[in-house]
């Protein structure tokens, strides 16, 4: 099983601007497509974007527009830039792969906080 380690989360004012990376262990993670999803307070876990091995990528709706996923093979590590952040964003960040996700592999995830 791959494990995955997320970071870069934090407290962030609305419109301000966080980049979450994920370390994975695999070396296969370059034929793996990942996925960023999150966790809100009283939510199901959501996905958020995910990425394909040859870099194809797709958005939640509502993030469109504000976040970038990205990979990079060579550190076997994929990010999440996050822009224009909304209080509604607010949330913990989890890496998996897609379109299923590794049971064994969801992390601590990365606290996301929106707020002023």
């Known amino acids: 099983q791959v494990q995955l380690v997320e970071s870069g989360g934090g407290l962030v004012q609305p419109g301000g601007s966080l980049r979450l990376s994920c370390a994975a262990s695999?070396?296969?993670?370059?034929?793996?497509?990942m996925g960023w999803y999150r966790q809100a307070p009283g939510k199901q876990r959501e996905l958020v974007a995910f990425?394909?091995?040859?870099?194809?990528?797709n958005y939640l709706g509502s993030v469109k527009g504000r976040f970038t996923i990205s990979r990079d093979n060579a550190k076997n590590t994929v990010y999440l830039q996050m822009n224009s952040l909304k209080p509604e964003d607010t949330a913990v960040y989890y890496c998996?792969?897609?379109?299923?996700?590794?049971?064994?592999?969801w992390g601590q995830g990365t606290q996301v906080t929106v707020s002023s």
């Open positions: 998996n792969t897609w379109p299923s996700p590794t049971v064994a592999s």
């Open positions: 695999r070396s296969t993670f370059s034929m793996t497509a």
């Open positions: 990425i394909t091995s040859s870099g194809g990528t």
